[in-house]
């Protein structure tokens, strides 16, 4: 009867990862976010913070400022944090996809705020050097009326009132058509793939994530009838920091194929004391972990890690062994809150084994990754991370294989074509058994 168990079990797992396959039809991101470039974010860094030197997130610097001086700062911040040879370089290094964030007073003037125009520009620029790069794009609304969320990212910290002020959410709705009705056009159609309806919405008071789940439906549908040319175009929703599990219903509730709703979360080991307290091995375990709920919530819709880092509060001792912490004192101990660039081989070891365990999982169980971010401080830069070896070139490359179960088949990584059959093999969801 054991016998007959396992085979049956065995078909069972071979049936799920066939449909699996089918479902990502090789189309796995490997991606960049561009952060602190068309929305401020102070902790990234930039000269840019210079010229205001209270202001702490847009809204403030834009108010410090004024219009014209901040239009004038902005421009320059623009023309020079992310550049043609920036994305070359991205390209250069495996990556196929970028997640680019703006702000709704980009796309739309609102005359009750601070807020300068002159980023969609940019982005249009950055648009022209991916598809020249063989990039694809997703474009993320990463600020939105009255704040989804009170963090810097929204670009106004403080208050959330995106659900409290009841012009906040067709306002939002507004926005993502024009956007829609842009990006689907057909000059856009090999270049952008995706619009993000909202980052992060918080699902805690005060918002609810009843209307958060009303904003996807009411969105969706209003995006889905924006479109123009690119009928193919994939609209992301963001789990609103809930179980990926709780948005399972979310493609027959609005009648979307499988290719058309795609679902957000972002997966970081730095904000929680549950993730702070992890040696270097338990931030390994930690990230194998995420692959259950990944895999589960990919064979119902396009999952994506879209954001995620190498960052992890480790120190590691002389003889090898790993804490949690941000100093020590000990002789010859480091600590990954250090400069990167100061890291000894062994500090290296721990965040690569951290960061190939998280890609394995994302390739593995997910339809894809964006890393936050293309630069920024310590283990949040990606370019600084391929060149300092905490990030694997090519991205296929284990020194640490099978961390977390299971070996991924071999793939070339040639830009957006790279897509690979991701397939896992050996000790894998047969090896389970």
């Known amino acids: 009867m054991k016998f007959f168990t396992v085979i049956s079990t065995t078909l069972i797992l071979l049936l799920r990862q066939v449909v699996a396959d089918h479902h990502h039809n090789d189309h796995t991101i490997r991606g960049v976010n561009v952060g602190g470039w068309l929305i401020l974010e102070q902790w990234l860094g930039g000269d840019i913070w210079n010229t205001a030197p209270d202001a702490s997130d847009e809204y403030s610097f834009c108010n410090s400022l004024g219009q014209d001086a901040a239009f004038s700062a902005l421009q320059q911040h623009w023309s020079t944090w992310f550049t043609k040879d920036t994305v070359n370089e991205l390209a250069s290094y495996g990556i196929n996809a970028l997640r680019i964030p703006i702000g709704y007073w980009s796309v739309v003037k609102d005359q009750s705020q601070p ?111 924006s479109l123009t040319d690119n009928q193919d175009l994939q609209i992301i929703m963001h789990d609103s920091f809930v179980n990926l599990s709780d948005w399972s219903d979310m493609p027959s509730t609005v009648n979307a194929s499988y290719d058309q709703l795609g679902l957000d979360t972002h997966i970081y080991q730095v904000f929680t004391p549950e993730t702070t307290t992890l040696d270097g091995p338990g931030h390994v375990q930690k990230a194998c972990d995420y692959q259950y709920s990944l895999q589960s919530s990919n064979d119902v819709l396009p999952t994506y890690a879209g954001e995620w880092s190498a960052a992890e509060e480790v120190c590691i001792y002389s003889n090898g062994t790993t804490a949690a912490g941000t100093s020590c004192s000990e002789d010859g101990c480091q600590c990954t ?97």
């Open 115 to 225: 807020y300068v125009m002159g980023a969609m520009d940019y982005l249009d620029q950055a648009l022209g050097w991916a598809e020249d790069a063989g990039l694809k794009v997703w474009i993320d609304l990463h600020g939105i009326p009255g704040s989804q969320n009170g963090f810097d990212n929204s670009g106004r910290a403080g208050a959330v009132d995106w659900q409290t002020n009841s012009s906040n959410i067709p306002a939002s709705i507004t926005v993502l058509q024009s956007l829609a009705e842009k990006y689907s056009a057909s000059n856009y159609s090999d270049v952008v793939v995706a619009i993000e309806l909202v980052n992060e919405p918080i699902s805690w008071s005060p918002n609810n994530v009843s209307v958060t789940r009303q904003f996807y439906i009411d969105a969706y549908s209003a995006v889905r009838s």
């Open 337 to 433: 809150s250090d400069d990167s660039s100061q890291w000894s081989q062994q500090l290296v070891d721990v965040v690569r084994s951290f960061v190939e365990a998280q890609m394995d999982v994302f390739e593995g169980n997910s339809t894809g990754y964006f890393f936050w971010s293309h630069t920024g401080p310590g283990a949040w830069n990606f370019i600084s991370g391929v060149q300092q070896g905490w990030i694997p070139q090519p991205l296929s490359d284990r020194q640490f294989p099978g961390q977390c179960g299971f070996q991924l088949q071999n793939e070339t990584d040639d830009g957006y074509h790279g897509y690979h059959d991701h397939r896992r093999v050996k000790r894998g969801l047969l090896g389970s058994i």
